[in-house]
């Protein structure tokens, strides 16, 4: 029998293995005054693992490891955007980490260690190794919201985090059983080829989505499964709530692409969560925007924010074709690129000792910096959707993905609640341009620190005016996936 | 009844009361005890299903390694039980309701035709010379070995957050460094002071 493999379309993910593994062992001999040399290979080895992905790619899917890993375009679009959002991140954190005793080895190699589960539950074609990946990224991302072990709200936001995690694992786990009673398989070109037959067990299937769904719910933070999102976003310090809150994303939106698009993609079944995701979807979009009017507590807004966000994602999948896929992972990207620069500003104006996380504290930005202040604009008009930023296109696209499927009703409905979240959004601008600042502290950041966020703030107009190529991509990995 | 059924019977009436009693139990080593039965039971079914090697391993890593170092824990930490029953009274008649409706939903699934004996024929049982932990064996090197080593990727991150979120320096600690106590010189230790021998008084 022939066990040999193809290696090569996982040399991203084993390149980062073998690295955080070189990592975790080199910071042993490194002083904490030469701790950045750690970051350095940190950042080095994100780029190469983004070059590998870039190198490795192909438009064809390519099935190793006995197909339970898979390569394709969504695949290596999605890796590639990670490993680029990783890079910011650990950019934006490294003051708030050297500030607060968290420029350490160990910071790194759990940021290393939760990247490789990303890109595990990427390319994921069997629900073990999805799984498998999942649960890689969320022990690292639970160890990183308890790093600060001295903070009270930061070790109960990881408690609360770590058994919420584990219950919506549970779920999920158990949806996959019943799958796999139904259909005898795991792997997910498998089990799309048999749920597309038409399964005698169609009963079971569709129980285990109720499953399916609700962990995914619980992974995406969306209602009736958000509990958790706030608290963990206010309670973790700033720089992993960073974390949380962007690069997963990408993978969340892959595995519900490949459990729901792929796996039970045929018309029987789409019909059957088309209507769980659109309760889901709704219930965001309500009290994500409403209940956000009501803090003041930045971080915790954002975090309401990322909720109504993710009723949009939903909208996008839940229409089941391929523009809509298209448009969800355009979202989602989108979504990633604004949270990074928003909670890249919260970081910037946090120093030692003091945390920029009410809103108060952003009062009369414009007169510290001018330039600060308009980046911000920018992400907050692109966040409420206000054109000629991205934000806009995005949520319109996913509009005209569901109006195409007949749920008219629906677009009317995401559209009025979008309105009103545009007030909190907008009240951030107002606090900025139009109010006496009470914290007249200079703004500081490294030349790094700048030219990165400056560059986040304007690709937010940038492709705003011009989308189609980034559209275009998604669309077309979406395809060449599905 | 055959007797391999009854045998079945006996092990899954004895599963399922000690799991429940895992739960029910109010003395912690008890129930710690329970679990270690309840695992003792399963691996007889595992056998009965002619999972050896699960079975043995089931015994041997969970009720000889997990559940012993359970127990040590169990003892060590002075667990308030008064405080952990906080509050179990008046979130009961809604827990129990939700938990009700979702037994009889998924009991409405599940007690369907898809899950009985009809839709899962024996399977054939292995010739004699079968190995099943050779079998198992090259399953997990062969066709399983990406998820067997991204588990082995997991478990090393539990080590690593296991240590980043305990250890902690203590400066005031009073430990010994075997390399200095190695190194140690006679010059450190004693000083030779050289004295002018003085005459004892009244002495002989």
């Given amino acids: 029998m022939e066990y040999i493999t193809p290696l090569w379309p996982a040399y991203p993910e084993l390149f980062l293995l073998v690295m955080a593994c070189v990592i975790l062992v080199a910071d042993l001999f490194i002083s904490d005054d030469n701790r950045i040399v750690t970051y350095g290979l940190t950042q ?46 650990l950019v934006y954190a490294r003051a708030y980490t050297v500030a607060r005793g968290m420029f350490r080895g160990e910071f790194f190699a759990l940021a290393l260690f939760a990247t490789l589960g990303m890109m595990v539950m990427i390319s994921a074609n069997h629900l073990l190794t999805l799984y498998l990946g999942l649960e890689l990224l969320s022990l ?20 609360k985090y770590f058994i919420l995690g584990a219950l919506a694992s549970g779920m999920l786990l158990y949806g996959m059983s019943m799958l796999y009673g139904a259909t005898g398989t795991l792997e997910i070109t498998q089990l799309a080829q048999l749920s597309a037959d038409g399964v005698r067990a169609q009963a079971v299937l569709v129980f285990a989505l109720v499953f399916i769904v609700a962990g995914l719910g619980f992974k995406l933070g969306a209602v009736p499964f958000h509990m958790w999102v706030p608290d963990v976003y206010q309670g973790a310090p700033t720089a992993v709530t960073l974390f949380i809150g962007s690069a997963p994303k990408f993978a969340a939106f892959a595995i519900v692409m490949r459990l729901l698009a792929q796996a039970l993609g045929a018309e029987a079944l789409v019909d059957e969560w088309q209507q769980m995701l659109l309760i889901m979807a709704v219930l965001s979009l309500a009290i994500g925007n409403l209940t956000a009017i009501m803090q003041t507590n930045l971080k915790r807004m954002l975090a309401y924010s990322t909720i109504s966000h993710m009723g949009f994602l939903l909208l996008g999948v839940l229409s089941g074709t391929i523009d809509g896929y298209g448009a969800g992972m355009f979202y989602v990207v989108v979504y990633v690129l604004m949270t990074l620069g928003s909670f890249g500003v919260i970081l910037l104006l946090t120093r030692g000792g003091f945390e920029a996380e009410d809103l108060d504290d952003y009062r009369g930005l414009n007169q510290r910096s001018p330039w600060y202040a308009f980046l911000m604009l920018l992400l907050m008009f692109s966040m409420a959707g206000i054109p000629p930023t991205v934000g806009f296109y995005a949520k319109l696209s996913v509009l005209q993905a569901v109006v195409q499927i007949g749920f008219w009703w629906v677009a009317v409905i995401a559209v009025v609640f979008s309105l009103i979240g545009a007030f909190y959004y907008l009240r951030i601008v107002k606090l900025m341009y139009f109010d006496e600042p009470r914290d007249t502290a200079p703004v500081r950041a490294g030349g790094d620190v700048r030219a990165l966020l400056s560059v986040n703030g304007l690709a937010v107009i940038v492709l705003g005016i011009a989308p189609q190529p980034l559209m275009v991509l998604c669309i077309e990995a979406v395809r060449a996936s599905i | 009844m055959t007797f391999q059924e009854f045998i079945f019977w006996f092990f899954a009436a004895v599963l399922v009361f000690a799991a429940l009693r895992v739960i029910t139990a109010r003395n912690p080593v008890h129930a710690a005890l329970f679990l270690v039965l309840a695992f003792c039971t399963s691996a007889g079914i595992w056998i009965q299903l002619e999972a050896e090697f699960l079975g043995i391993a089931l015994i041997l890593v969970y009720v000889g390694a997990v559940m012993v170092l359970f127990l040590f824990v169990v003892m060590m930490l002075d667990i308030n039980l008064t405080r952990l029953r906080e509050g179990f009274w008046s979130y009961l008649p809604v827990g129990a309701m939700v938990a009700l409706l979702l037994v009889a939903e998924m009991a409405l699934v ?68 075997p390399a200095q106590q190695v190194a140690v010189r006679r010059e450190d230790r004693v000083r030779i002071v050289s004295m002018p021998a003085e005459k004892k008084e009244g002495g002989a």
Avoid at chain 2, 121 to 143: H, I, V
């Fill in chain 2, 110 to 177: 599940l007690a369907g035709p898809y899950f009985g004996l009809a839709e899962a024929p024996r399977p054939e049982s292995a010739p004699a010379g079968y190995s099943n932990t050779k079998e198992l064996g090259r399953l997990l090197y062969t066709d399983y070995v990406y998820p067997f080593e991204l588990a082995a990727v997991i478990l090393l991150v539990a080590i690593v957050a296991a240590i980043a979120l305990t250890l902690r320096r203590r400066k005031h600690a009073k430990y010994i460094d």
């Fill in chain 1, 140 to 159: 690292s991302l639970y160890a990183m919201v308890a790093l600060q072990r001295d903070s009270v709200q930061a070790t109960e936001a990881a408690m």
């Fill in chain 1, 44 to 89: 080095a080895t994100l780029a190469g693992c983004a070059l590998l992905t870039f190198f490795t790619g192909n438009a064809e899917p390519v099935y190793t490891f006995s197909g339970m890993f898979v390569d394709d375009l969504m695949a290596d679009t999605l890796k590639l955007l990670t490993c680029v959002a990783v890079i910011t991140i």
